[in-house]
């Protein structure tokens, strides 16, 4: 009986040991979408202001990498941002415990498509922030 307990303890404890390294990752993947105004754009990124509620005059920025495969909607490259126009960014987010950092819970997000819903007034010396301008 006693060999049995050691050989089921052995057991046990090789398959503990053996877990952590197979399941890393547990990963769940959203689609999502926010709208609000462009407060930033580069070659491979977009960031959006978007109020957190209805009732809120508060706004929250969110920043996401492009995807490689992202769909432009009513503009042909991000070049034809500018501060302050109105967009719908879908994006990717995924969420996972990254089991080597002490369980933390992390998300990735990542723009799939972005369509210009309406453009801001662009007063004629403003600085197009794509084109690396700076805001006075």
Known sequence: MVAALV????????????????????????????TGLVSGVGAKFIAVESPQSAKSTDGIEMAF????????????????LHLGDYVDVEYRETIFKDKTDYDQTKSKRVATKITLMKAALVVPDAPNLSEGGEAQ
């Open 7 to 34: 050989v089921a303890f052995g057991v046990g404890m090789a398959a503990a040991s053996a877990a952590p390294e197979a399941a890393v990752k547990e990963e769940q993947v959203a689609y999502k979408h926010v």
């Open 65 to 80: 990498p492009l995807d490689d495969k992202a769909q432009l909607v009513a503009i042909k490259s991000l070049k034809d």
